[in-house]
């Protein structure tokens, strides 16, 4: 069973797709009022249970454009909303198997101007690493993985490829890392992330 919640996105529109073709139980976060309800919900359906947060990084911008009020904004949207989704999901997933995928749109080429992107990218892998470590001494470890992407030129097939690899048994060896999907204009162009 998979937990989806966080940003309304064509992102999350995608993995809902993905999640659903395979076969997984998706409970929709956004339909239930509160994190303790979403995570009661999960823990009531059938393992193995999976948490995947899709974080939101829109209107982000060159350093001196970028206002106060909406750096703070962005904080919260792709660096606090996952920090609590990553509590949330430790708290509650203590079986075997269970995983957390964040995803979040700050895969970008080197023609990025978003000066908060650049800061969330690098914030965001290394809160999933330290996590991994953490979640990793468990007694029944739980597994944590970024998958990012480039929003600009979104990738729906090379995403819910990464997304369902992410979430599938064939990966229970992976914690700790991200995945960075090149854009489609990018993939075509023969540039890879």
Request: aromatic share 6%.
């Amino acid at each position: 069973t998979a937990l989806l919640f966080g940003a309304q996105s064509a992102a999350g529109a995608s993995a809902r797709h993905a999640l659903v073709r395979e076969g997984w139980n998706v409970i929709d976060g956004a339909d239930l009022p509160d994190a303790a309800s979403r995570f009661d919900a999960l823990i009531e359906a059938q393992a193995p249970h999976l948490v995947v947060f899709v974080a939101e990084l829109a209107n982000d911008g060159p350093l001196l454009e970028l206002e106060p009020a909406r750096l703070r904004d962005l904080e919260e949207q792709c660096l606090v909303a996952p920090w609590e989704a990553l509590r949330e999901s430790a708290r509650a997933l203590t079986g075997a198997a269970a995983a957390v995928l964040l995803v979040a749109p700050v895969a970008a080429g080197a023609d990025d101007t978003g000066v908060f992107a650049a800061a969330a990218r690098r914030s965001l892998r290394v809160m999933v690493a330290a996590a991994a470590v953490e979640f990793a001494a468990r007694d029944a470890p739980l597994r944590v993985n970024l998958l990012e992407y480039d929003a600009r030129h979104f990738d729906n097939r090379a995403f819910e490829r990464a997304l369902l690899f992410l979430a599938s048994p064939a990966s229970s060896f992976v914690t700790g890392t991200h995945l960075a999907l090149p854009g489609a204009a990018a993939a075509h162009a023969g540039r890879a992330s």
